[in-house]
């Protein structure tokens, strides 16, 4: 099941993700993952899945009623199939080894009620380029733009459907504008910091295909740490059954 370099992650509950050191997840996952729970009877895609935590995690809770989950790197998609083989969620995530820009024909279009995305946080052109191929692709907008992730969303959402994405802070004009670009209404925004004295290190929003403008919800900030440095009761709460493994 394992190849070399690989290694098993638990995420409570039983559930385990294969990773490596090219294809893993951080904190950034795990509250995308909570952030954009779907319904029980959704049907859910993730664009740029990687090693499939967050169709793992929903899976976890039951949920959704399907997941399609999209990577461009053949190496993390067939990680991610045998995860789910190891899971026995084969009747509830396909993976799709593809490239986002080249849906047409794989998947059908206006039928998911939610769409997410970890996408890249660096700007093409911008910062300290890793040479690792899977850690450039991860990090920067090399595969594709924020504007290539939410074109791609808007033709997946059914009306009303749901696009929640997390980035840095200083790319949240960015994507509220390309949301509204493509006729996603940004409706729920919420910082994260690593504690009070932090300026936030992320944020986390969720728009609605469709939606009409305006109405636009800043949830409280989510703190990671406790003033003491403990991980906060939220945090705790997120991890959930992970907690057990976590800490």
Known sequence: MLEE????????????????DEHS????????????????DDKACELGTGCGTIPLIWSREGKPRSVTAVDIQEKACGMLKRSVEMNGLQRRISVLHSDMLDLAGKVEFSSYDLVVCNPPY???GTGIVNPEQSHKIARHEFACTIDDIIRVAAK??????????????????????????????PKRL??????????????LIEGRRGGRPNGLIVEPVLLIESD?????????SIYGAYKEDYL
Do not use: H, W
């Open 5 to 20: 370099g690989e290694r098993l992650e638990p995420l409570g509950s039983g559930i385990r993700v294969i990773v490596s």
């Open 190 to 203: 919420r910082f994260v910091q690593q504690r009070t004295a932090k300026q936030p290190k992320l944020f």
């Open 156 to 185: 997946l959402l059914n009306f009303s459907g749901r696009l929640c994405m997390c980035q840095r802070p200083e790319r949240l004009s960015d994507l509220i504008c390309t949301m509204r670009k493509y006729n996603i209404e």
């Open 122 to 124: 660096k700007a093409a």
């Open 25 to 40: 997840f951080g904190t950034d996952t795990v509250l995308l993952a909570s952030f954009s729970m779907p319904k029980a």
């Open 228 to 236: 003491n440095g403990e991980l906060s009761d939220e945090m705790i």
